[in-house]
């Protein structure tokens, strides 16, 4: 697993593919406990750079900060507490996936970018990948492998929770530990459950321009761990989704990384 600064590290030299920071106004849509507002506007001088995180205290047990260049507070993207026209630049990583309503944040987004800003995202994992439900347990909130490959995959799109708690049961964990996955799957909104056409049609009807997109793909659970691993795809499964809403051909697409821009003659 990635340490946070390398993550870090990671998002930022990708979003200077696309944007300058330097000097810029930015807002981290979605910024956990602050640490890529914090290294941002350490290492790359923005003019300001603003981070807002709706669970800043339940789930981070952090308060709002602030500082010489930036501020970290509680906020939402379905509501952005900013003028019109304020941002260049709007980026946010590991976010997208969690959030309910993508159109209406997408909206908001781009009200308050200026004209010819740009939008930056990187999320993951989207709903109908392999483990698209996204069980994270523990007090680090990590991807733990042995949960991962106790969940069969894709199965939190084709199984029945009845079924689910019987694949369960078969397998290591405690009658307690299933509980709360079953929960996660069935009951919780941590993640917004979005296909990956769901998220797609979402983002080309922005009214934005579309400056970058790519998919990132995998068909094993394990990606969220190391990257890598061979197809767990098998036609039993494809037959399973095919009898659900699902699209078999949405089933490998992990995640995305997108580049928006707002044009000044666009509605």
């Not at 308060?63 to 900013?82: P, R, T």
């Not at 307690?176 to 979402?202: E, P, V």
């Not at 009214?207 to 995998?218: A, K, Q, T």
Request: proline share 3%; aromatic share 12%; hydrophobic share 40%.
């Amino acid at each position: 697993m990635r340490t946070v600064d390398e993550q870090n590290i990671i998002f930022c030299d990708s979003l200077l593919r696309f944007v300058k920071l330097d000097g810029k106004s930015i807002l981290d849509v979605g910024c956990g406990n602050g640490d890529l507002v914090r290294y941002i506007a350490e290492k790359y001088l923005p003019e300001y750079i603003a981070g807002i995180e709706p669970a800043l205290v339940e789930y981070w047990d952090s308060d709002e900060q602030e500082g010489k260049n930036w501020c970290v507070k509680h906020g939402n993207a379905y509501s952005l507490d900013y003028d019109d026209n304020t941002f260049d630049v709007v980026a946010s990583l590991s976010t997208f996936e969690h959030i309910g309503d993508i159109p209406t944040a997408l909206s908001e987004i781009k009200r308050v970018l200026k004209p010819y800003g740009r939008f930056y995202a990187e999320f993951s994992p989207i709903w109908t990948s392999a483990a698209g439900h996204h069980f994270l347990h523990g007090k680090d909130r990590s991807w733990n492998p042995e949960h991962l490959l106790a969940i069969p995959a894709w199965g939190h799109l084709y199984l029945s929770e009845k079924d689910m708690k019987l694949k369960l049961e078969k397998s290591f964990l405690d009658e307690k530990l299933i509980c709360k996955i079953l929960n996660f799957i069935y009951s919780s909104d941590y993640i917004n459950r979005y296909s990956r056409t769901m998220l797609s049609q979402a983002l080309a009807n922005s009214n934005m321009i579309v400056r970058y997109y790519e998919e990132r793909v995998s068909f094993n659970r394990l990606w969220a761990i190391n990257g890598v691993g061979g197809s767990e795809l098998t036609e039993d499964i494809v037959s399973a989704i095919a009898e659900t809403k699902y699209s078999v051909y949405d089933l490998g697409v992990v995640g995305l990384r997108v580049c928006l821009e707002k044009y000044a003659a666009l509605p």
